[in-house]
């Protein structure tokens, strides 16, 4: 843990969708070797927080600046991000009609591999490669057959994820609610296939409504998010103390920490 | 997106260059005697002649047809040449023999003339302009009794067959166009499979289209005899010219008791500009018999050229227990138009049909499907199975499904279905994140779309078709 070294650091950003202001002002320093949980009511920002970082169109930035391995995140097209290690779990993953999964898993790590300078695997070695990384997750490689995402359940969308996590291998994993739409033994399923990928060389942000997830993935830190802007951030005890409290005294002690200030 | 789109729709086109041979070209016109001096160059026989003429009389009577939803200016067809032959037009023996400067124009479009070439296995009965310049594993197949050769060449060395079958699908009285070709057509490709034989071999055609303002009016007959199989291959590719030169073929099959005819095509006829000037008209009758009991004719093709496609490969289900198929893919993009799909005409008992079509329209084209089912009062049991689905890149283009279904006794079962979709922003994000750019995301989405028609085809069309909607969608998305 002493050679932990920054991955990601944002300054200040804001970020608007449609004209509207979502994000105003986040701060947010993250290490290798950390596990950050994002957390917050519905509508506070934290979805678009990782769109942002994934660099979704839809999304604008309005000010501040994010620095992900020193280098403008910002400036770089979303696949220049997921090539340079920035992963992305979808809340609700896009259904693709016709193209199946391996074909799927296989473009994805291929292109990945070109850009890392790795060697790309044909669709048999792929698939020794692939099915390795489904046991992660307890998917039937039958999934690989299927069209990616269509006809697949909310737990089976979410389990997907996961595995494109695993072929990928990502540097920095933003996990945009993950866990909503699982059952509790999905729930664990998929935790202990995230922690599996954990390694004192990544990061990984959860973003994540409830604190139910975070029993199984343990932060270092957990961040509060609160129209647009973290309010407070604190360990993984922080979690437990808002699955019983709620959030709206953390709003009134940032808002009278402010006003005292 | 829609900018992605268009930069994807500039995509020049990768077969335009001229071919300079010396060409025997007679003058622009159609006349009797026109007919008659292509007749006589060709050294035809009076039956033939007689059949051509006939065509031509009655052609003069009809009007040219004017309701697929297609807009062209008014074709000429006094100011088109209808006969153009390479010189030295003598009978080769081996490769070795052919011009050099046409094995590198088929060296350029990729055509694997040489033997050892990627298409090694397939016989390639290759036609410039307008007559068969070689026929390759002639004499391989020739063994099997199997006749693979030039049109023209049957016509001299099979008469028998050839006066028994020709027009006995597509009367020379069918339609506008193919009374024209009946008339004029110069050269094409002819194949019997005799009884009990299965050729060995995927059969190979390549067009092309070489000289300025020549029509091109092919003539293919293939007949499976009983029991006989066959997998036949068309590739058409046409240089680039300003002007559009009209392509009017006849593709007659037919298949006897127990006989397979699968039909191939792969058609990248040159678009025309984005600005839709030039280009070909491809306006094509091909139909297919299938006259025995227990036979099937499986026609295939991915459409991805031409100005304008006006085209339905179609299903005459006479036999019993017949199964007439058709897989096709449409792409346009620029000002293309296409209306093309299919006719299923069941007239024996327990006839089966099935029709998958995927349509792809881009840039501002228009691109329809245009079916017809139709179950006789004799076709007790006959199914049909139709699936047409379309696919819209931006917002300027328009696809259409315009099926005709008629069914004439109650045992008749008829199921359609349809689908349009649209290549979402948040499919292109997801592959994005994923590290996959747009252009690769949209031809993978594409080829999982045409995948169902993709599986039909012999493998090495199949890999050709992928990377030809890949080139053609090519800088529409970025």
Redesign the interface.
Known sequence: MSKNTVLLEVRNLSAQVAGKEILKGIDLTVETGEVHAIMGPNGSGKSTFAKVL????DYTVTGGEVLYQGKNLLDM???A???AGV??A?QY??E?????NS??LR??YN??QA?RGGEELDPLEFDDFVREKIKLVGMDPSFLDR?VNAGFSGGEKKRNEIV?MAV?DPKLAVLDETDSGLDIDALKIVASGVNHLMRPENAIIVVTHYQRLLNYIVPDYVHVMESGQIVKTGGKDLASELEKRGYDWVRAEFDATRAAA | MSAMLEKLINQPYKHGFVTSIAEDVIAKGLSEDVIRMISKKKNEPDWMLEFRLNAYRHWLTMREPRWANVRYSTIDYQDIIYYAAPKPKKKLASMDEVDPELRRTFEKLGVPLHEQKALAGVAVDVVFDSVSVTTTYKKKLAELGIIFCSFSEAVQEHPELVKKYLGSVVPPTDNFFASLNSAVFTDGSFCFIPKGTKCPMDLSTYFRINTQDSGQFERTLIIAEEGASVSYLEGCTAPKFDTNQLHAAVVELIALDNAEIKYSTVQNWYTGDENGVGGIYNFVTKRGLCKGVNSKISWTQVETGSAITWKYPSCVLLGDNSIGEFYSVALTNHKQQADTGTKMTHIGRNTRSRIISKGISAGRSINSYRGQVKIGPRAQNARNYSQCDSMLLGSACSANTFPYIDVQNNSGKVEHEASTSKIGEDQLFYFAQRGIGAEAAVTTIINGFCKDVFNQLPMEFAVEATKLLGLKLEGSVG
């Open positions: 994934a660099g979704h169109a097209p979303p696949e991000r997921s090539r992963f992305l979808f993953p896009v693709i009609p016709g193209v199946s074909a799927f473009l994805a292109t990945m850009a069209s494109q990928l």
